[in-house]
């Protein structure tokens, strides 16, 4: 599992072993798997360095030929699918049987999608009586991305995909307890036929972060992470005028009225509390629950939620898989603690597993109220609050009384109070009967505290580019003297 070296910049690896250490752990058992450094200043300029140099030779590419190869690179990716679907389970510890479908391939969709669309990127052209204006859409320059843990591989082409089919370089800073994938997603790139430069990943805690962030050089900011790192790379970049995307936390509301299908809404609990073992950004941890099928819906889902293989994530059959490191389970064990002692009723799990890795059982909490922490905070884990509701006024309210706005959704038959739930959720995203469906067709991105900007679809590209206008005056001009 040991990369080639720590660094991928200019079109090949590098290493500089003076940056500290940095461990890799598989989640599963505790074992270091490898090791890779931080970077040193030496290293940040060298990649900051090459993606300037790259810049203005990869925008004056036309569109077509950026995007076949992003194209490429998204044939690659799902040929080796397999071997990178391995990586990313170790890297994080999520299951072989999600990585398999959920992390290279949805990198191989947005490098496929921005690949498609890179070469129909343009401007408008607007009459102005014997006048006449153009706009062009022209690249922002060197962009820097950096990544949380939780998918890798998919926020690495997330952020690259758009910020290459719109003519800028990227340097990428993966989360340093998860460093190994975006390495693979430059190596393809390169693979692929992207030149030198063009995509860069450098290794890392905050500290880089923040000197690329800071860096002169970097014109955007594209962050994954949690609230309170937005907060600061937001200023940081702020301070420069910098263009920013910022993808945080959230507490997201997931409503299950009476009229709803039980199966299909258990399973969405299950999905927006348990992927990935709870381990994702826009889940559903606050399920609010109509009284009338309270009881309905708390008994299935205590006798399906029975039914997680928690195991070896190496194994296909596992569908549960430890958290990504012991600080994380540590965590959410004492969110766990916070709940029992505010008064939430456990009906499920609450325990760390007795064996090697960072296990804790899928937990369930019943009768959570409002004001509880449980409740109120992103805990990251595989925690689901259950909350009873009884009107459709007092849920929404409810809802809304969060400081974040990245997802929600609602399970209703009624059609009209299905999307009157929706219109009124304060997010990004909403699902009506359904949960945690992200392609990359669909923005995706919070309001409120959860952040600024989109990802994916038509929208990214405006995150990515600028607008440039030319006003084409055809006639002598006149003055007032
Ligand atoms: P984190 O905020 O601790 O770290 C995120 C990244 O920021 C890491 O790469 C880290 O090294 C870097 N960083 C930290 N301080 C920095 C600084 N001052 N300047 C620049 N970079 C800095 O988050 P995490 O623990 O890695 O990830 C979990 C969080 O990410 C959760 O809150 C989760 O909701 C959020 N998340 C959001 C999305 C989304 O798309 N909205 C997706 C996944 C995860």
Redesign the pocket.
Known sequence: MQPTASHFVNGAYLEDTAGAPIPVIFPANGEQIARVHAATPAVIEAAMASAKAAQAGWAALIGVERGRILRRAADIIRERNRELSDLETLDTGKPIQETLVADATSAADALEYFGGIAASLGGEHMQLGGDWAYTMRVPLGVCVG??????PTQ?AAWKGAPALACGNTMVF?????TPLCALKVAEILVEAGAPPGVFNVIQ???L???A??EDPRTAKVS????????K??YA?AAAQMKHATM????KSPLIIFDDADLESAVSAAINANFYSSGQ???NGTRVFVQRGIKDAFLARLLKRTANAIIGDPRDEATNFGPMVSEEQLAITCSYIKKGISEGARLVHGGNRLNQPGAYIEPTIFADVTDDMTIARE?I?GPVMSVLDFDTEEDVLERANATEFG?SGAVFTADLTRAHRVVHAIQAGSCWINQYNLTPVELP???MKG??VGR?NSMAAIGHYSQLKTVYVGMSPVEAAF
């Open positions: 950096i990544g949380a843990w939780n998918y926020i800073k993966p989360s340093e307890q890392g805690a905050g880089v972060g923040k690329l962030v962050l994954t992470g949690s609230a309170a790192t937005g600061k790379v940081a993808e945080l936390g959230g994702i950004c826009s992103e990251f990245l995706f991105g919070g959860s952040g990802e």
